[in-house]
Structure formats: C-alpha cells, structure tokens
C-alpha cells in the first residue's frame, strides 16, 4: 500500500475545508483534501456571508470577487398584510466596519473563488475519497504523528496518509467527529422548514433588501435570484412534515404570505426541506492536539440566520494561525488549548440564539391569533442578536493570548478598549501620500496573514511625539520584541506590524522637529469624522495607547503609551524566543 507524507489533511471540501486549505497554502504548508462526494453541489446551502466573514476573507484576497457577484441587502424589513410595518439595519450604524451589509451569493460561488485559489497552488480535491480508519502515535517519536488510511470510493484502492495535522470540515454528518466518538450533544426539533432558490416576477415592492412576512422570507441573490424560506407553523407539523412537504406546498404558503402582492416563479433551480436539528460537539479537537474539527463537523443548527458557513470560516480562522505559530515554534503548543477555549463557547451561543429565533421564525402569525405581535419579536429577537449574529460582537474569555488587564477599560474615553473582542474598523489619512485608507488596509499583508498587529495611538503629538520616539527607539534593541522572537527583518515583517495613529494635523507633523522619528514606522493621520479611530478604539489622546491585535483581528493586549515595555511583557508570555 502506497505511504505518503503531508503536513495537514483535510477532509471535507465545503467552504470551510477549502478555507483551511487556503489558509495554509498561504503559509506554505502541504496540503491534500478529500471529499467523500463525486462531485460538488451547484445550487442551495448557505448564501448570506457576514461583515465580519468578509473582513476575514478580504485579508486573503478572496471577498472582491464575491461582493462583485452577490447582492447587499443592509436591512430587514417586516411586511404584514402587505404594508411594511417595521425594520431594521443588518449592521448598527454605530458599527466600525467597511461593510454595513450582508453579501448575499451561492456557496458554489464562495467555494469556486477558493477552489480556483487552492488549484492555482496546485492542489486539487480528490474526489470522491474518504478516511477509513486514522490513529495517532507519539509526536515525540513521530514528525507526522497522524496515520490516516484514504479510500477511493470509486477504485476501491485505498493508500496511507501521514500527516501532522487532521482536519475533520466533513460537515454535520462528519465521519472523523464519530470516528474520534466525541458526542454531538443536542436535539432534533419538530420544527420544519422549506426552501429554494428561483427566478421570480413580482410587484412586490421592495426586492433589494431582506423582506420577512410571518413565516416567509424572502433574500436577494446573485444574479436576480431570490431564496425563499417557509417556515412551517407548529400547528401544521402533522400535515407538513419532511417526508409529505412538495415544492407546491412552498410555492402555494410564499404566495399567500406576501398578498395582495403577487409572486410568479419563474423557474425554480433548487429546493430542499429540512428539519431544525440543534446541536453542538462536546469537544474540537483531540487531546493530542493534532486533530481538530471545524464547521458543520461540530456544530449545526437551523439555516434561519445564516450562521453556518460563517461559524465554520471563523473556526477555520481562529485554528490555523495558531497551528502555525506552534508549528514554527513561535510560541508554545499549549495555545493549540485556546481554540476549543474560544470557539466551543461561540457554537454554543449560535445554538442558544437560534432556538430563539427559529421558533419564532416558525410562529409566524397564528391563523386564529391575526392581530399578535410575533413578527415584532423576531425582529426584536434580530436586533438584540444582531452583532454577535454578523460576527462583530463575537469576543473571546481571558487566556494565554488575551490579557486579563486589558478585560476592563484602559481608559475614560466613551468606548473602550477589550482583549477577545474584534478589533474595530477606521478610516485615516496616510501621511506618505495624503491618501484616505482603512486601518485594517494599513496593517494587512496578503502574503504575511499571521502576524500581530501593534498599533500606537498616539493621540497629540504636541504631548506625545517624545514617548512615541522612546518607543521606536526601544524596538531597535534585540532585546525588544521585535527582534527578540526572529532571526532577521524578514521574519519579524512576517510576525509583526507596526504602525502609528496620531490626532494631530498634516501640516504640524510634517513640521515637527522629530519628523523623521516618528515617521520611522508608517504613520496615519486621524481627523476623519471626529477622529473616529481614537474613538472607536477608546484612545484618551493626551495620553496615547498601544493596542496589539492578534493576527485573527482580536485584541491581545492594551496599554498607555507611557507603559510601552509591558509590550515587551505580553509577548514574553505568549511567544517563544528564538533558539540561538
């Protein structure tokens, strides 16, 4: 039997397979993936990818070419009787974020753009190819202490793996989480719920935002399609139930909730029903620390709120930097720990939320209780939900990477500074060439996607240029974090980032006697809206503030800036110095 070598196997090629297998491509690890399908799906699954999905998928170069295809709803809208009674923002304005919408687009267009990425690096699904049997042997004797043995469906040939690491993305059915016996807690509701993608003819008037009307929904797509969700009323489980539920019974309930409107379809590409089933693993990876599940494989939950595609990506994530960093001996395998740590509690918590909100997605209004609000709850229920819902308020506890003491404001200014919680978006002024710029553009690089983020708010310079001097000063010490950690410049670009924000104007920074100090390190102008970076990011600006961002976009660790060494003190607790 054949025996090959591979650093990370992944099996399972959905959206969240190919993600990982992405994300680890870019950092030059080898990679194979297998699906245990003949061929992938072309319609239907998930089509509402998130802000906060989108930002993870921008650092990658993969989300210009799904926001050129997919459309941009940026409220719900509650229709009842055919008059609009209610709506809401898919994003709060109070939000710092690029994207105050959700992308709505085909999984089959999400999983084209990555697989076209991952053959460019000539690694290709295989196909249609399952794991038999894996174990796991002594990593201390054993580079590739996974042995997984594949097996070609269609050849009945069969070949062994081995590999570092294994990746179980094989959705809620996964046969890795039953071949670890790691229990998939939770239940199968009652519930059910019809669904399609279609072509339609409406006079509906609103077709560019999110219309929900009782027990029926209705999504903008690409290319002029419409998914449509029925969500079936509790009181009609026994004449709908999955097995007795056609396509003319969906048709017939999205024609009735939308009247006086009327609704013709046009052609109907795809259509399922599908049971609520609400369930999450009792653990994401194996003790080991060389297994790890990720997507559908640990979670699953009712499609009502879009949140599968989106949970899995952020799994995929939250993982693969820090396997990376444990790989390279950066830092210690024991924050391979913190992903099941951060991301269990955020599968759980998509659970609880959708319980609420898919039971009153079902509600709708009773036939015999017209004049109730259950539509206004479900609104409710969006908006109470609704950051942790499009990923910008999901946070992570205290750990090894996020900092006890920076769990509390770091200062008295109207919002605040956490660590485990997103990084906030802003728009600056780059003083290189007065050009406007996004902060996440300033401090990503497609080719170095692990590496942390210390970003100087420095607030007035007239108070602060000689602190931010001290600083720079500091960072040319080996002793330093920056070089502490690296053998050479190359390696720290591809470890950290620094740069700089200051309140101060165009003019007095050009002006200023230690110009060519603080511009040693790039530096950004805050004067847009109110200077909204200091704000959002809760900067006193006499006093100034470092914030170190993980390379996943969430906050590490904050500290005024006359405490820069605790910079210095952080990255001793979480990284490993380089080995002489």
């Avoid at 469906?153 to 046969?175: F, N, P, R, W």
Wanted: proline share 4%; aromatic share 10%; glycine share 6%.
């Amino acid at each position: 039997m054949t025996v090959t070598q591979i650093d990370v196997l992944i099996v399972g090629a959905g959206p969240v397979g190919l993600f990982a297998a992405a994300n680890f491509l870019k950092l030059d690890y080898s990679v194979r993936i297998v699906d245990i399908e003949f061929e992938p799906n072309h319609w239907g699954r998930g089509d509402w990818v998130h802000g906060r999905t989108l930002e993870i998928l921008e650092q990658f170069g993969f989300a210009q070419d799904l926001l050129a295809s997919g459309a941009k709803p940026t409220k719900v809208i509650n229709y009842k009787h055919g008059v609009q009674k209610a709506y809401i923002p898919f994003v709060p304005d109070s939000e710092s974020t690029y994207h105050k919408y959700v992308c709505c687009v085909g999984q089959h267009i999400t999983e084209s753009i990555l697989q076209n990425f991952i053959a460019q690096n000539d690694v290709n699904v295989e196909r249609p190819v399952t794991v038999s049997s894996f174990e796991i042997q002594d990593e201390a004797s054993n580079s590739h202490p996974v042995i997984a043995t594949l097996q070609n469906m269609s050849t009945g040939e069969s070949e062994i793996v081995q590999c570092k690491y294994l990746l179980g993305c094989d959705g809620a059915h996964s046969d890795i989480r039953k071949k670890l016996e790691f229990a998939f807690q939770g239940e199968t509701t009652e519930l059910h719920s019809g669904v399609l993608d279609a072509k339609i003819k409406t006079n509906f008037p609103t077709t560019k935002e999110i219309c929900d009307s009782g027990c029926v929904s209705l999504t903008p797509r690409e290319n002029g399609l419409t998914r449509i969700f029925v969500h079936f009323q509790p009181d009609q489980r026994d004449p709908y139930n999955r097995n007795k539920i056609q396509l003319e019974e969906i048709l017939k309930e999205a024609k009735r909730a939308f009247l006086p409107f009327r609704i013709e379809f046009l052609g109907v590409l795809w259509w399922t029903v599908y049971v609520v089933g609400q369930r999450v693993v009792e653990h994401m990876q194996h003790s080991s620390n060389h297994i790890f599940l990720c997507g559908d494989s640990c979670h699953s939950h009712s499609p009502t709120l879009g949140q599968g595609l989106n949970t899995g990506l952020g799994d995929v994530f939250n993982l693969v930097w820090k396997i990376h960093m444990a790989e390279q001996k950066l830092a210690p395998r024991s924050i391979l720990d913190t992903y099941e740590q951060e991301r269990r509690p955020v599968a759980q918590e998509v659970i609880n939320i959708d319980k609420e909100v898919a039971e009153l997605a079902q509600s709708g209004v009773p036939r015999n209780h017209p004049n109730t609000d259950t539509e206004k709850d479900f609104l409710h229920a969006i908006s109470k939900h609704q950051l942790f819902n499009t990923g910008f308020g999901i946070s992570y506890p205290v750990n090894i990477l996020n900092d006890e003491g920076t769990s509390k404001a770091v200062t008295d200014a109207p919002t605040i500074v956490l660590s485990g919680h997103r990084a906030p978006d802003s728009k600056m002024i780059r003083i290189a060439d007065g050009k406007k710029v996004r902060l996440f553009d300033a401090w990503s690089d497609k080719d170095a996607v692990c590496r942390f983020k210390v970003a100087v708010f420095a607030g007035d310079l007239a108070v602060n240029a000689e602190t931010v001097e001290a600083f720079y000063k500091h960072l040319e010490f080996p002793e330093s974090f920056l070089h502490k950690y690296t053998a050479n410049d190359e390696q720290s670009r591809l470890l950290f980032v620094v740069l700089a924000v200051t309140t101060s104007n165009q003019t007095s920074v050009v002006a200023h006697p230690s110009y060519a100090a603080i511009t040693s390190y790039p530096l950004f102008v805050d004067k847009l809206n109110n200077a909204q970076c200091h704000q959002v990011y809760g900067v006193d600006v006499h006093k100034g503030t470092i914030v170190v961002v993980r390379p996943d976009g969430y906050i590490a660790y904050a500290t005024d800036l006359l405490n820069f060494l605790s910079i210095d003190d952080y990255f001793e607790r979480v990284l490993l110095p380089r080995s002489l």
